[in-house]
Structure formats: C-alpha cells, structure tokens
C-alpha cells in the first residue's frame, strides 16, 4: 500500500500510515504446518506539536518505521492431537518516537523507544 495523491493531506488527523505492507510463506505437510509473516509499516505521522517559544510551526510527533516478523508452527502427533507454536515480533522490533519540525536536525528528533518483546506462545491443542 502507498498513499499518495494531492489530497493525502486532507487525511492528517486520521494518522495515515503512508506506506504499509504485508507478506509471507508457508508450507503444509500432512504431519506439520509451517508459516513466516513479515508486517511492513513505514514512517507515520502523528499529531502537530503546540507552538511555543522555541517550536517552530509544522512541528509534528512521527513514529518510525518497523518491520515484525512472525512465526506460526503445527506438528500433528495424531490426527486429533499437535503441538503448535506461535512466535510474535520475533526479532522485537523497536518503536521509535520523533519530534521534527522543518530546521529539527537528525541528532535532535529522537524522543523516546519503545521495546515490546516477542511474544511466544507454545502449546497442546486437541480436538475431540
């Protein structure tokens, strides 16, 4: 996905992600399944920063860009019996906070990072 167009500004209070993406493979066996997942979103903007003594105008909050991986596995014992296993953010991704203005320089934008670890989840599952 890749918004473009002379009206994508009449889209900023809705935080437009102007480039986005999803992909993946997977392979499926009679005893196993396997999946990889990639999620692309690219540079969002966020809300305008108040103007005050020392922010300029057109100052504005940004989160990076990222790219998640996932990983979804099944192995079949029985029919009716598997393991599975399911692994989130695989490689944590990091979601970066900026603020930057039109003269901001690179070293001065970063504000905050937020780390939300992979999440993994591995289990039994039947069906009866």
């Known amino acids: 996905m890749r918004a473009t167009g002379p009206n994508l500004t009449s889209f900023t ?11 993946g493979v997977s392979l499926t066996r009679e005893r196993f399944n396997l999946r990889a997942n990639w999620n692309y979103r690219g540079r969002q903007r966020g809300g305008l ?4 003594q020392g922010i300029e105008s057109s ?8 790219l998640s991986i996932d990983l979804m596995g099944e192995y079949y014992f029985r029919k009716q019996v598997s ?3 399911i ?3 695989l490689g944590d991704a990091p979601i970066d906070g900026k ?3 039109p003269n901001t320089p690179d070293y001065a934008q970063f504000r905050t990072r937020t780390l939300i670890g992979a999440l993994w989840t591995i289990g039994i599952k039947g069906t009866y």
């Open 87 to 89: 692994m989130r953010n």
């Open 99 to 101: 603020t930057a203005g």
């Open 49 to 52: 920063v108040t103007a005050g």
């Open 13 to 23: 209070g809705l935080n437009l992600i102007p480039r986005g993406g999803s992909w």
């Open 59 to 66: 100052t504005y909050n940004w989160t990076s860009k990222r």
């Open 83 to 85: 393991l599975f296993a």
